[in-house]
T-cell receptor, first 110, second 114 residues
């Protein structure tokens, strides 16, 4: 079983839509969670960390559900520039390595 | 500004040749990582280092080696390139040993093994 699993998509949404992605993880002892964004043929870049209480950064909201072992990313009022692949990252406790999901592709259409 | 660079950006080589991909960071980060990214697999960890003279195997380390002789550089060597090693390779670095800091990625090297 993979450490981290994501729906590959693509999610095709119109501008202005709200879209949400989930990411499940297998290690219940995981301690840190992130969302990264990757544009086509470019390097991944940190979008936001995910805190236990949930957190928001502008149009982006990240949430953690430890009981069901998943994290989510909600994007409100989608922009064309949000089109990218979104990677979730999980770091197990006492284990200094990042586990990346394979990514969810988002296409925002005019 | 501090940065992380990779060279070459594109490389075509033949099966059986030795290839070395360079990674250089100017953040003075202790931790450095090499990943490969293939369609359907996401980023997979090849090797990583927590400091000078420290190297560790990741989940897909067979056929690859690294050495860490200084803080700034972590070159990745393919001992005898195989077609299965055609991929995009990303180097990354992070600051703390806790592993919870952001990883900063280089721009990637696109390697084709014919």
């Amino acid at each position: 079983r993979k450490e981290v699993e994501q729906d590959p998509g693509p999610f095709n949404v119109p501008e202005g839509a709200t879209v949400a992605f989930n990411c499940t993880y297998s290690n219940s002892a995981s301690q840190s969670f992130f969302w990264y964004r990757q544009d086509c043929r470019k390097e991944p870049k940190l979008l936001m960390s995910v805190y236990s209480s949930g957190n928001e950064d502008g149009r982006f909201t990240a949430q953690l559900n430890r009981a069901s072992q998943y994290i989510s990313l909600l994007i409100r009022d989608s922009k064309l520039s949000d089109s990218a692949t979104y990677l979730c990252v999980v770091i197990p406790r006492n284990f200094n390595k990042f586990y990346f999901g394979s990514g969810t592709k988002l296409n925002v259409k005019p | 500004d501090a940065e992380i660079t990779q060279s070459p950006r594109h490389k075509i080589t033949e099966t059986g040749r030795q290839v070395t991909l360079a990674c250089h960071q100017t953040w003075n980060h202790n931790n450095m990582f090499w990943y490969r990214q293939d369609l359907g697999h996401g980023l997979r960890l090849i090797h990583y280092s927590y400091g000078v003279q420290d190297t560790n195997k990741g989940e897909v380390s067979d056929g690859y080696s690294v050495s860490r002789s200084n803080t700034e550089d972590l070159p990745l060597t393919l001992e005898s390139a195989a077609s299965s090693q055609t991929s995009v390779y990303f180097c990354a670095s992070s600051e703390s040993l806790a592993g919870t800091d952001t990883q900063y990625f280089g721009p990637g090297t696109r390697l084709t093994v014919l």
